[in-house]
């Protein structure tokens, strides 16, 4: 069992950065991939960043390449998200997910 908290989530004004965390407890994190997905009102939830086990790999979704960069503290058993260059198509609620488990989700709404 894998326990994940988000937080760093908010309201932001287009333009704006958010840095978003997601700390894990439970099973063995640190030798995992994590994955960061968001959830729009009304679409699917979708990948937008994936980070390896080491940090030393990552990919981000085509829509975020350049302005979001995923990060890793296996000594803090955290993944972080760096949003930079928020837009409004940005706002969702977004999840970790490692080894099939999720989190509650941290929303991020952007306004224009």
């Known amino acids: 069992q894998v326990q994940l908290v988000e937080s760093g989530g908010g309201l932001v004004q287009a333009g704006g950065s958010l840095r978003l965390s997601c700390a894990a407890s439970?099973?063995?994190?640190?030798?995992?991939?994590v994955g960061w997905y968001r959830q729009a009102p009304g679409k699917e939830r979708v990948l937008v960043a994936v980070i390896d086990w080491s940090g030393a790999w990552t990919n981000y979704a085509d829509s975020v390449k350049g302005r979001f960069t995923v990060s890793r503290d296996n000594a803090k058993n955290t993944v972080y998200l760096q949003m930079n260059a928020l837009k409004p198509e940005d706002t969702a609620i977004y999840y970790c997910?490692?080894?099939?488990?999720w989190g509650q989700g941290t929303q991020v709404t952007v306004s224009s």
């Open positions: 439970g099973r063995t994190f640190s030798s995992q991939p």
């Open positions: 997910n490692t080894q099939g488990f």
